[in-house]
């Protein structure tokens, strides 16, 4: 393995202009400098020598979440965990939830939920994710994420290319509304993700063996055929294939109807 480099968030070449979003150079300058860590040695880098307590796991702890989290646990157990409970998830999910957090030992997981005025103004049969999915998951991820990545400089996400679509060309660092994001299971496949989970006899989301292959709020995901796209059971009721918390804010407003 690669020792990390401990230094700070790395200086730029040229000052920049007063309003100028710095995580758009500062994600480029990472994209090149942590290009051949692996993703160990990328963690504890972003961790220990980078960002410290300016950095968070966002976490669904859904079908393939429990590889990322015990990365992040050999790093710290005190690694932040971020965790958006919608009110809408499947209880499976959060009995997985204290299991994983519970067997890792992870010591800062932080339940964030959405607003209830917001809730009662905008959902109050809750019933939003019927007519207008991308308002639902504004209202249930993107805006309680929002505030709790307040005081956050970068976060990190679990995507990878193999989903396809969107995230195909998926980098390891991007800079999106002023943070920059670290995708560092970006170049991971299924086979890679599997050989890990057997490694460390990892347990599997309770209803991976049900056929849900990636999981979200429950009125939102359908099982999955044997051959088919692990992510096509995800909004299969509307024209929807990516969580509202991955487009930058303005795109996810716009897309929303508030
Ligand atoms: S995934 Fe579905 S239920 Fe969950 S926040 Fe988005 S639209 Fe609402």
Same mark, same amino acid.
């Given at each position: 393995?690669?020792?990390?480099? *401990?230094?700070?968030?790395?200086?730029?070449?040229?000052?920049?202009?007063?309003?100028? %979003? &710095?995580?758009?150079?500062?994600?480029?300058?990472?994209?090149?400098?942590? *290009?051949?860590?692996?993703? $160990?040695?990328?963690?504890?880098?972003?961790?220990?020598?980078?960002?410290?307590?300016?950095?968070?796991?966002?976490?669904? !702890?859904?079908?393939?979440?429990?590889?990322?989290?015990?990365?992040?646990?050999?790093?710290?157990?005190?690694?932040?965990?971020?965790?958006?409970?919608?009110?809408?998830?499947?209880?499976?999910?959060?009995?997985?939830?204290?299991?994983?957090?519970?067997?890792?030992?992870?010591?800062?997981?932080?339940?964030?939920?959405?607003?209830?005025?917001?809730? &009662?103004?905008?959902?109050?049969? +809750?019933?939003?994710?019927?007519?207008?999915?991308?308002?639902?998951?504004?209202? *249930?991820?993107?805006?309680? &994420?929002?505030?709790? &990545?307040?005081?956050? %400089?970068?976060?990190?996400?679990?995507?990878?290319?193999?989903?396809?679509?969107?995230?195909?060309?998926?980098?390891?660092?991007? /800079?999106?509304?002023? *943070?920059?994001?670290?995708?560092?299971? /970006?170049?991971?496949?299924?086979? %890679?993700?599997?050989?890990? !989970?057997?490694?460390?006899?990892?347990?599997?989301?309770?209803?991976?063996?049900? +056929?849900?292959?990636?999981?979200?709020?429950?009125?939102?995901?359908?099982?999955?055929?044997? %051959?088919?796209?692990?992510?096509?059971?995800?909004?299969? $009721?509307?024209?929807?294939?990516?969580?509202?918390?991955?487009?930058?804010?303005?795109?996810?407003?716009?897309?929303?109807?508030?």
């Amino acid at each position: 393995m690669t020792a990390p480099t *401990r230094s700070p968030i790395p200086a730029l070449k040229a000052t920049p202009a007063p309003d100028m %979003d &710095l995580s758009v150079p500062i994600a480029s300058v990472l994209l090149d400098r942590y *290009r051949s860590l692996d993703t $160990h040695a990328l963690l504890v880098a972003l961790r220990e020598g980078i960002y410290f307590n300016r950095i968070a796991l966002v976490s669904s !702890f859904g079908a393939e979440s429990a590889v990322l989290l015990h990365l992040i646990s050999r790093v710290d157990v005190d690694f932040p965990v971020v965790f958006i409970d919608t009110g809408k998830l499947f209880g499976e999910t959060r009995t997985y939830r204290d299991r994983l957090v519970d067997n890792l030992g992870l010591r800062n997981l932080q339940i964030i939920k959405p607003d209830p005025k917001a809730l &009662l103004r905008h959902d109050p049969k +809750g019933l939003l994710f019927s007519k207008s999915p991308d308002t639902c998951c504004y209202w *249930r991820k993107v805006e309680p &994420l929002e505030r709790a &990545l307040q005081g956050y %400089d970068a976060w990190i996400s679990g995507r990878k290319r193999f989903h396809g679509a969107a995230r195909s060309d998926l980098k390891r660092f991007e /800079a999106v509304d002023g *943070r920059v994001k670290i995708n560092p299971l /970006a170049d991971w496949s299924r086979a %890679d993700l599997d050989r890990y !989970f057997e490694k460390y006899a990892l347990p599997r989301h309770p209803l991976e063996k049900e +056929g849900y292959l990636s999981i979200g709020c429950m009125p939102c995901t359908d099982r999955v055929a044997d %051959d088919g796209d692990p992510r096509s059971g995800r909004w299969a $009721h509307a024209r929807k294939t990516e969580c509202g918390i991955h487009f930058p804010l303005a795109e996810a407003r716009r897309r929303a109807v508030i």
